[in-house]
C-alpha cells in the first residue's frame, strides 16, 4: 500500500522556522509532481506549494511566498517544505501530496495523500 508520511511539525513561535519532509513508502514518486496543502481549524483545506517531478518549476500560495521553500531530493525519494518568518495564521496541519497532473495547484488532481502533521505557532 502506498503511503506518504509528513513529519517536522511541531510547535513554534512566530518568527520561528521549521521544516517539514515527506517520505513515501511503498513506491517512489521521483516522476510525480509533489504539492503541501494545509487545513487550519474551521477552514477548508488550501495550496500551499508546489513542485514538478524535475525539481525546476515551483508554485507557492500569495500567502506563503517568500517565506516558504519547496525542495526534493529524489535521490531520497523525500519532499521538504521549510517554512520561515513563521505566523500564528501559519497554524494548520500539512498534508503532502503527489500528482501525475501538471495543474499541481488543484487539489483534485492529487492521487495520493499524507496522514498530516500539525504545525502550531504561537504569538
Known amino acids: 500500500q502506498v503511503q506518504l508520511v509528513e513529519s517536522g511539525g511541531g510547535l513554534v513561535q512566530a518568527g520561528g522556522s521549521l521544516r517539514l519532509s515527506c517520505a513515501p513508502s511503498g513506491r517512489t514518486f521521483s516522476n510525480y509532481g509533489m504539492g503541501w496543502f494545509r487545513q487550519a481549524p474551521g477552514k477548508e483545506r488550501e495550496f500551499v506549494a508546489a513542485i514538478h517531478w524535475n525539481g525546476i518549476s515551483t508554485y507557492y500560495a500569495d500567502s506563503v511566498k517568500g517565506r516558504f521553500t519547496i525542495s526534493r531530493d529524489n535521490a531520497k525519494n523525500t519532499l521538504y517544505l521549510q517554512m520561515n518568518s513563521l505566523k500564528p495564521e501559519d497554524t494548520a496541519v500539512y498534508y503532502c501530496?503527489?500528482?501525475?497532473?501538471?495543474?499541481?495547484?488543484?487539489?483534485?488532481?492529487?492521487?495520493?495523500w499524507g496522514q498530516g502533521t500539525q504545525v502550531t505557532v504561537s504569538s
Open positions: 501530496a503527489a500528482s501525475s497532473d501538471y495543474r499541481l495547484k488543484e487539489q483534485y488532481v492529487y492521487a495520493y
